[in-house]
């Protein structure tokens, strides 16, 4: 799979999609593949302040659970609600399908995050 130009990555297999102060934060196709079926996931409240690297909820798939990382610093202005019932929506989908949405703290802080080429060398 390609992966998108207009994301950015982390080593830890999050993507963020920036669009101004916001971002979309999702897991990357190499993530949702390596975890198998998607069961459950569990995101944080909406007003939560996150920190770039902490964990900020979890995914459970069929074979393990493993924690989400925050790529960036900010606040929680949205979650992914039809996650709830549908959580396999990341498995079909990965790269549009976001898990919150986070007003961020410092968008500058993106130049330290992977670009495309550098995630797809990263996961070779």
Do not use: C
Request: glycine fraction near 6%; avoid cysteine.
């Amino acid at each position: 799979m390609a992966y998108p130009s207009d994301l950015k990555y982390t080593k830890d297999h999050e993507w963020i999609r920036i669009s101004g102060d916001t971002a979309e934060i999702g897991i990357t196709d190499f993530a949702q593949n390596q975890l198998g079926d998607v069961v459950y996931v569990d995101l944080p409240e909406v007003g939560r302040t996150i920190a770039a690297g902490e964990s900020f909820g979890s995914i459970e798939s069929v074979k393990a659970v493993s924690e989400l990382f925050a790529p960036m610093s900010g606040e929680v202005v949205e979650v992914n609600k039809y996650l709830s019932d549908h959580p396999e929506e990341v498995n079909k989908n990965p790269h549009s399908t976001w898990m919150v949405k986070v007003r961020l703290s410092d968008p500058g802080a993106a130049a330290a995050l992977l670009d495309s080429a550098q995630y797809e060398k990263l996961i070779a």
